[in-house]
């Protein structure tokens, strides 16, 4: 890492190209979302759930092909704790012991030389989906409300705390609308739950954390370098944190990576979740916080 130990790249120099790459990936996010709306899983929309307990190890995917029809909408399929223990979670209205009549159906023409025993079973109602749907908006609202509270105290400038919280809508929203446009095209569910309600929260304080040290070294520069301008005295502090944000990111990203592949299906759109997280969280630690910072501490001082 000894090309990070001295590092002069013109972080703020290429804002406005970072502000055309973010403008246009969010305000995309936020169209598809518009457009298509939020896919919701069962723990938001109400639904069954139920798990299998077969003789030998089956193929998720083909089976979610299988059950598609006769429940009429795509189920998720994922393994549950062993390669012979299958999840199936339907958003399909009737009665619990209906939709099992349907799967086990299905299952016995599709699978006629594989045994099979049901574990569990749930039944998730619609009106218990909202009022969790609701709780999770709020959470997150609360959250992002909180951190701007949190960063304003702290660094007792208002500027830091918009420019952190736009930095966590735009990891958010850009998030969310690859989730939703994506959900439809890989082998594995992106569908929003409460896993992916708990990755988002965590993408939140990472990005957070990185945000922060950012702010506290433009702080720390701010009254060591009181002769410098702030346009460099910003670019200097970006440098001067970058081995620890690329060190953090990198480590980071291995690790979920790791947790994608083989934490099998249940972990899949968790640790999906988490790596683009950590890449929109580096990001925009670089390209988003500190440079609306600048902006808009350029705009009070033309005010003043």
Same mark, same amino acid.
């Given at each position: 890492?000894?090309?990070?130990?001295?590092?002069?790249?013109?972080?703020?120099?290429?804002? #406005?190209?970072?502000?055309?790459? &973010?403008?246009? /990936?969010?305000?995309?996010?936020?169209?598809? +979302?518009?457009?298509?709306? /939020?896919? =919701?899983?069962?723990?938001?929309?109400?639904? $069954?759930?139920?798990? =299998?307990?077969?003789?030998?190890?089956?193929?998720?995917?083909?089976?979610?092909?299988?059950?598609?029809?006769?429940?009429?909408?795509?189920?998720?399929? #994922? /393994?549950?704790?062993?390669?012979?223990?299958? *999840?199936?979670?339907?958003?399909?209205?009737? !009665?619990?012991? @209906?939709?099992?009549?349907?799967?086990?159906?299905?299952?016995? &023409?599709?699978?006629?030389?594989?045994?099979?025993? !049901?574990?569990? !079973?749930? =039944?998730?109602?619609?009106?218990?989906?909202?009022?969790? #749907? $609701?709780?999770?908006?709020?959470?997150?609202?609360?959250?992002?409300?909180?951190?701007?509270?949190?960063? *304003?105290?702290?660094?007792?400038?208002?500027?830091?705390?918009?420019?952190?919280?736009?930095?966590?809508?735009?990891?958010?929203?850009?998030?969310?609308?690859?989730?939703?446009?994506?959900?439809?095209?890989?082998?594995?569910?992106?569908?929003? @739950?409460?896993?992916?309600?708990?990755?988002?929260?965590? +993408?939140?304080? =990472?990005?957070?954390?990185?945000?922060?040290?950012?702010?506290?070294?433009?702080?720390?520069?701010?009254?060591?370098?009181?002769?410098?301008?702030?346009?460099?005295?910003?670019?200097?502090?970006?440098?001067?944190?970058? $081995?620890?944000?690329?060190?953090?990111?990198?480590?980071?990203?291995?690790?979920?990576?790791?947790?994608?592949?083989?934490?099998?299906?249940?972990?899949?759109?968790?640790?999906?979740?988490?790596? +683009?997280?950590?890449?929109?969280?580096?990001?925009?630690?670089?390209?988003?916080? $500190?440079?609306?910072?600048?902006?808009?501490?350029?705009?009070?001082?033309?005010?003043?």
């Amino acid at each position: 890492m000894r090309w990070f130990e001295t590092p002069n790249i013109d972080f703020v120099g290429k804002r #406005k190209v970072a502000y055309m790459i &973010s403008g246009t /990936l969010f305000l995309a996010a936020l169209a598809i +979302i518009i457009t298509k709306g /939020l896919q =919701y899983g069962i723990d938001f929309k109400g639904g $069954s759930e139920f798990v =299998y307990k077969f003789s030998e190890p089956v193929n998720t995917v083909q089976l979610r092909g299988t059950l598609t029809e006769p429940l009429g909408t795509a189920p998720e399929v #994922k /393994l549950f704790g062993s390669d012979t223990e299958v *999840l199936i979670r339907t958003d399909n209205t009737a !009665s619990k012991e @209906d939709i099992e009549v349907i799967i086990e159906n299905t299952l016995d &023409s599709e699978l006629p030389n594989i045994t099979y025993e !049901s574990e569990t !079973s749930n =039944y998730i109602s619609p009106r218990f989906g909202d009022e969790l #749907k $609701s709780s999770a908006a709020q959470a997150v609202i609360y959250a992002i409300a909180i951190i701007f509270l949190y960063i *304003l105290i702290r660094f007792r400038n208002w500027t830091f705390s918009l420019g952190a919280v736009a930095a966590l809508v735009h990891d958010v929203v850009i998030t969310l609308g690859i989730f939703t446009i994506l959900n439809d095209l890989v082998s594995f569910s992106l569908l929003i @739950d409460q896993n992916i309600i708990a990755a988002f929260l965590t +993408i939140v304080g =990472y990005s957070l954390n990185d945000t922060v040290v950012v702010f506290d070294r433009i702080r720390e520069n701010s009254i060591v370098h009181k002769g410098m301008e702030y346009f460099p005295m910003v670019n200097k502090s970006l440098n001067d944190t970058l $081995s620890r944000t690329v060190i953090t990111s990198v480590t980071t990203l291995f690790v979920v990576s790791v947790l994608f592949i083989f934490g099998g299906e249940v972990l899949k759109g968790l640790s999906f979740a988490l790596i +683009i997280g950590v890449v929109l969280g580096t990001y925009s630690s670089l390209f988003v916080a $500190s440079p609306l910072v600048l902006e808009l501490d350029k705009r009070t001082r033309k005010t003043k």
